[in-house]
């Protein structure tokens, strides 16, 4: 049944700015996060698609705004290591805000198309279209899920549990539902002829945001009472903190060995863990080449006998005559030997390679010592084993940005991963939002499959995630007093073999979202194919009772 809404008064440009800092504020950012606010993004996206003459523009203005400002760490990476000037490097996060700015724009868009609907329908139509937004933006030109809606809820696990039912980008979908019923309390509010109390909007919202709660504090109340029953087994990462202008320079690749030697031997002394994780490409240069350099690690690994994994460049050959480069995670078991290894499957643009019109000298210099690598192949996850025969350990490598996508990481766990292992090296953002914008990422995974995350990056921020999200990290990461030290962090951590609901619906649940999405839509679609041929695509609607 369609119920035609009053009109309303197009609101002013004033929509903008607290949807612009509520996506700001509500994922971390060198000012104060404030989780729970990022659900006024799309509260304030709703309201200009209700409101506004030009939702898609005044959308894709909010965005770009709150974007731009979240995603400033890609101007400090250009202007720092890429020796662009300021001038030059401060669009390039502008750039990028603009496209992020585009998917609230479309979701503004949307909204205006279903007006007619009923405020409860339209509610569940724009949850589900955000769902299926994020979903979108993880692998549309490669994907780019950053500044989710879940993710800034990281930092409080009893609001990210549904994560193991639904996925992180469902979790988002209910929080921009909860969002745009608080935008429906506030418009029935403000309209004094409305036939309708803001009550029921606002209590549905507080109703939601109760289950996520409810479910979260039951989900961690049940972890912390029942035994784990995974194989235990310590694990120990270790934080180089080698400046990314010298990592490539080879009248230091024996200083970055040594310093990553000397920190190890101290965990092996203190901690006798069962493997230690160094970071992506801790090692630069080809390991697979044998020489000094190479011989120093595995006698190292042998002498202590503790495995180790650890990031490095590797070759290897194509079916044609050129060397195929590859960002790679090494294996060495406990006597030195080679134990597998991990070739980086999804590539960053920009980073890993250039887009063919863009491969221009002008970025040689952010290119340094990476650039022209190819995605490697899927294999088997890296078995552990475990000394005085206490079993085996199955680890799935994701290296760096790998762990921001959540197919990623379930296919880990359906090749058999017991543990996900994050090697990553975000040097390249200084002191900035952007090592712990992807640490709140990639410990969303975590809680979708319910595994520990061990993650080891170069200078920040290392640190071990529960199966339910929960961390333990160097430094305090609301400070950044974990970035840019030398030191080690030790954990036991638990290889569990369990599969989450998420897990099992996976495959089906944007399917599952897009024909909800559609039954919803059908008392609309059929009054659209009842209009005359002259009508417009919003007119001829009547109310109905």
């Known amino acids: 049944m369609i119920a035609a809404q009053p009109a309303r008064p197009a609101p002013s440009v004033w929509w903008i700015p607290p949807g612009a ?15 729970l606010l990022i659900v006024l993004y799309p509260a304030a996206l709703y309201t200009i698609g209700l409101t506004a003459p030009q939702p898609f523009r005044r959308g894709w203005c909010a965005g770009l705004a709150g974007a731009t400002g979240g995603l400033y760490w890609i101007s400090v990476a250009v202007h720092d290591y890429g020796g662009f000037p300021w001038p030059l490097a401060v669009p390039c996060a502008v750039l990028l805000g603009m496209y992020m700015g585009l998917w609230g724009g479309l979701f503004a868009w949307l909204i205006r198309l279903l007006r007619p609907l009923p405020a409860w329908r339209r509610c569940t139509a724009a949850a589900l279209l955000w769902y299926l937004g994020e979903w979108t933006r993880g692998w549309f030109c490669t994907g ?58 606002l209590l549905s919202a507080c109703g939601l945001l109760g289950l996520l709660l409810l479910f979260g504090a039951a989900r961690l109340y049940q972890a912390d009472r029942e035994a784990d029953p995974g194989l235990p087994l310590t694990l120990s ?37 069962d493997a230690l994780i160094w970071p992506e490409t801790s090692m630069p240069f080809f390991f697979q080449e044998g020489g000094p350099l190479s011989g120093s690690v595995r006698a190292f690994t042998r002498d202590s006998g503790t495995a180790l994994l650890f990031g490095g460049p590797a070759y290897g050959r194509r079916q044609a005559a050129a060397p195929a480069l590859y960002n790679r995670a090494f294996f060495l078991d406990a006597r030195g030997d080679d134990a597998g290894h991990y070739d980086k499957e999804h590539l960053v643009p920009f980073g890993e390679y250039l887009p063919p019109v863009l491969d221009s000298s002008l970025f040689a210099s952010l290119m340094q010592g990476l650039g022209g690598f190819s995605p490697g192949a899927s294999l088997p996850p890296l078995r552990l084993m475990l000394p005085d025969r206490r079993g085996e350990a199955m680890l799935g490598a994701l290296i760096c940005y790998e762990a921001v996508f959540p197919e990623l990481a379930r296919a880990r766990v359906a090749e058999g991963a017991q543990i996900l292992v994050n090697i990553s090296n975000d040097a390249w953002y200084n002191r900035s939002s952007a090592p712990a914008q992807h640490l709140y990422l990639a410990l969303l995974r975590s809680v979708e499959q319910e595994r520990w995350l061990a993650r080891a990056t170069n200078t920040g921020l290392t640190a071990f995630a529960d199966p339910w999200g929960r961390l333990c990290a160097l430094g305090d990461i609301r400070d950044g007093s974990g970035l840019f030290i030398e030191a080690s962090l030790t954990r036991t951590v638990r290889a569990r073999s369990g599969r989450t609901l998420y897990f099992v619906l996976h495959p089906w649940l944007p399917s599952l979202a897009f024909l909800l999405f559609l039954f919803i839509l059908w008392p609309l679609a059929r009054c659209w194919r009842a209009q ?11 109310r109905k009772t």
């Open 21 to 35: 800092a509520a996506l700001f504020l509500g994922s971390a950012n060198p000012l104060v996060h404030l989780p």
């Open 144 to 201: 780019f899920p950053w500044l989710t809606l879940a993710s800034g809820q990281s930092p409080w696990p009893v609001l990210i549990q549904s994560a193991s039912v639904i996925g992180a980008y469902g979790l988002s979908g209910l929080l921009a539902g909860l969002g745009c019923l608080l935008a429906e309390a506030v418009l029935a509010a403000g309209d004094p002829s409305a036939p309708r109390s803001p009550r029921p909007f």
């Open 237 to 273: 990462l270790i934080q180089g903190n080698v400046r990314q202008d010298l990592k490539w320079d080879p009248a230091f690749q024996r200083a970055t060995v040594d310093r990553y030697l000397t920190l190890s031997a101290g965990a092996v002394a203190a901690e006798h863990p």
């Open 532 to 542: 005359p041929p002259n009508a417009g695509p919003l007119r001829g609607f009547r």
